[in-house]
T-cell receptor, first 111, second 115 residues
Framework: GENVEQHPSTLSVQEGDSAVIKCTYS??????FPWYKQELGKRPQLIID?????GEKKDQRIAVTLNKTAKHFSLHITETQPEDSAVYFC??????????FGAGTRLAVHP | NAGVTQTPKFRILKIGQSMTLQCTQD?????MYWYRQDPGMGLKLIYY???????DKGEVPNGYNVSRSTTEDFPLRLELAAPSQTSVYFC??????????????FGPGTRLTVL
């Protein structure tokens, strides 16, 4: 069935370093790829998304790249800061805007 | 706009009790969703609605019921609470404007413990 695999499950970086999280999907029909961030004890929030007709999208320190041939997309965070510490999700987007979440990647940024 | 609001914030239930988790959005969104999130895990879709009077099951609907009588409100009902329903419950909504996919806006969550 349709699913998304996310790697790594945990990531620890020093403040100022870059962080990359990769998601691989199986459904060739997928054409919308969102990233949600959930800080500890808070609600998930969309931080960036990309559609299949675009290869890369950037918003300040975060960027998402999409490789449709290889069926993977990645979240890049540059110049990481302690407030980037959170769980990041790349849910599978389906009909009626439904989202199917995996376990996410827990990012820790150490000062 | 208040966005998506949920009540209560916290609740402790005894096994077998019932309760309703309330969810309201003031963004005039047609689509609404209920998720549960167990510790250290991702969110699981319980039920969703594409408009008033229309609801459908998600990934984990057993033990829950929903109704959607207005665009704004989407309550989630637990009839016979079980310890396995201990979780954080998030309500979300999204617009149907423009493109085929739109951002989901989440409420602050309800932390439910069943003892």
């Amino acid at each position: 069935g349709e699913n998304v695999e996310q790697h790594p499950s945990t990531l620890s970086v020093q403040e100022g370093d870059s962080a990359v999280i990769k998601c691989t999907y199986s459904d060739s029909a997928s054409n919308y790829f969102p990233w949600y961030k959930q800080e500890l004890g808070k609600r998930p929030q969309l931080i960036i998304d990309i559609r299949s007709n675009v290869g890369e999208k950037k918003d300040q320190r975060i960027a998402v790249t999409l490789n449709k041939t290889a069926k993977h997309f990645s979240l890049h965070i540059t110049e990481t800061q302690p407030e980037d510490s959170a769980v990041y999700f790349c849910p599978l987007a389906g009909g009626y805007n439904k989202l199917i979440f995996g376990a996410g990647t827990r990012l820790a940024v150490h000062p | 706009n208040a966005g998506v609001t949920q009540t209560p914030k916290f609740r402790i239930l005894k096994i077998g009790q019932s309760m309703t988790l309330q969810c309201t959005q003031d963004m005039n969104h047609n689509y609404m969703y209920w998720y549960r999130q167990d510790p250290g895990m991702g969110l699981k879709l319980i039920y969703y609605s594409v408009g008033a009077g229309i609801t459908d099951k998600g990934e984990v609907p057993n033990g829950y019921n929903v109704s959607r009588s207005t665009t704004e409100d989407f309550p989630l009902r637990l009839e016979l609470a079980a310890p396995s329903q201990t979780s954080v419950y998030f309500c979300a909504s999204s617009s149907t404007r423009g493109s085929s996919y739109n951002e989901q806006f989440f409420g602050p969550g309800t932390r439910l413990t069943v003892l």
